[in-house]
């Protein structure tokens, strides 16, 4: 799908759409692809359309072309007008980390019905970016020194999987080894990781706030990346947001506990009515 948003260049995103029901789109992370919500797509499907796609410079999706801003705003411009083009104007948009930026920075933007952001990026201290970045770094220079059929072998032992992947999943011995082999090969092969990590130094990231779109941000209670006080910040930039804490969850919950999430999204992407129930913390059960 190919989006151009007026006085840019095109943009064009690989997706997958499947289901019924209202138009949900996921986001994910830096680093990653669409088929880190796998698990969690089926579990959706029956009730909601998902719509997962690839953001530029992952996944399948082509990179940015230099004439396109890689900042925030520019994001929010170019999704808009990929949303037009799918026909799912104003959805609701979940997003995971950086998808969680981009997925409140929408609704700040009236383009999402409602927003759920799983663990959202730019909620940190300067002490906190420097520890993140320099483990995704690390991460992703580990993952290139590996053949990748070394890298396959890897994953199969429930120990290497736990060298590989412990900061990422608070569960990572529970994590199919071929899930996890995929989305260590994405964090490889990504062509737009390092502009994208370098746009994350800006500041004020996330400022103000977003009064009139429900929101959702739901942390893992394990995430070793990016810890868990971090929501109170974000509780603090959107206080009308409803706080979900995933027990025993890392980084990226998707594939910890499936289930969990999807209960979440649908909750948050349900009618008004549910969506106001209970605003502030809550355990997802």
């Known amino acids: 799908m190919q989006g151009q948003a007026a006085d840019l260049g095109p943009v064009t995103v690989a997706y997958e759409r499947q289901g019924v029901g209202e138009p949900v789109v996921l986001l994910h992370g830096l680093g990653s692809h669409r088929l880190v919500w796998d698990p969690v797509m089926p579990l959706l499907t029956e009730e909601r359309e998902i719509i997962a796609m690839d953001l530029p410079g992952f996944g399948q999706s082509p990179d940015l072309d230099p004439g396109v801003p890689r900042d925030l705003d520019t994001a929010v411009l170019w999704l808009g007008s990929v949303f037009a083009e799918l026909g799912a ?8 980390s950086l998808g969680g930026l981009i997925a409140l920075r929408l609704g700040q933007a009236g383009l999402a019905r409602s927003v ?16 993140t970045y320099a483990v995704v770094n690390a991460a992703r220079q580990g993952v290139r020194l590996l053949p990748y059929p070394a890298l396959e072998a890897l994953v199969r032992t429930a120990p290497a999987r736990a060298v590989l992947t412990g900061t990422l999943y608070g569960r990572p011995e529970l994590c199919p080894p071929t899930a996890v082999a995929a989305a260590l090969r994405t964090l490889r092969d990504s062509a737009g990781f390092e502009a994208t990590l370098e746009a994350g130094r800006a500041p004020g990231l996330f400022t103000g706030d977003i009064p009139d779109v429900p929101v959702t941000i739901a942390w893992g209670t394990r995430d070793r990346l990016l810890p868990p006080r971090q929501a109170d910040r974000a509780l603090a930039a959107i206080p009308n947001a409803r706080l979900v804490q995933l027990p025993d969850c890392g980084h990226i919950p998707m594939l910890d506990a499936p289930e969990l999430v999807a209960h979440t999204i649908l909750h948050a992407t349900g009618s008004g009515e549910r969506r106001q129930e209970g605003r502030g913390r809550a355990d997802a059960r």
């Open 89 to 96: 104007e104003r959805p609701h948009v979940v997003g995971h």
């Open 116 to 131: 759920t952001a799983l663990a959202p990026a730019g909620f940190w201290t300067g002490m906190e970016r420097r520890y």
